[in-house]
Nanobody
Framework: QVQLVESGGGLVQAGGSLRLSCAASERTSSSYTMGWFRQAPGKEREFVAAIRWTTYYADSVKGRFTIDRDNAENTVYLQMNTLKPEDTAVYYC??????????????????WGQGTQVTVSS
């Protein structure tokens, strides 16, 4: 059982930056794909970014967000720059073992964090 704990959310003005962290309770570097998803009120949870041997991004965040991981610390980060009001959502960290296809699919991930709120004001 992998436990994931997100942190780093908050309130920021449009154009600002935030860095989210996701700390895993055990080593996830070798066989887990780590992902970030978000869910805005009244909307479905959507893919933001993922990392295993390479990185993946949703078109809406490409060029603004960067996902990376510190394997020694069992931590995954999401650097969010040039934030927009439409980025406002609860952001969730997720882990899925041996994902080879469909990294954007929530069903491929079996461990989820509790979420952290990101609010971008205009």
């Amino acid at each position: 059982q992998v436990q994931l704990v997100e942190s780093g959310g908050g309130l920021v003005q449009a154009g600002g930056s935030l860095r989210l962290s996701c700390a895993a309770s055990e080593r996830t570097s070798s066989s887990y794909t780590m992902g970030w998803f978000r869910q805005a009120p009244g909307k479905e949870r959507e893919f933001v970014a993922a990392i295993r041997w390479t990185t993946y991004y949703a078109d809406s965040v490409k060029g603004r967000f960067t996902i990376d991981r510190d394997n020694a610390e069992n931590t995954v980060y999401l650097q969010m720059n040039t934030l927009k009001p439409e980025d406002t959502a609860v952001y969730y960290c997720a882990a899925g073992p041996n994902i080879r296809t469909g990294v954007t699919d929530t069903r491929k991930y079996i461990y989820w964090g509790q979420g952290t709120q990101v609010t971008v004001s205009s």
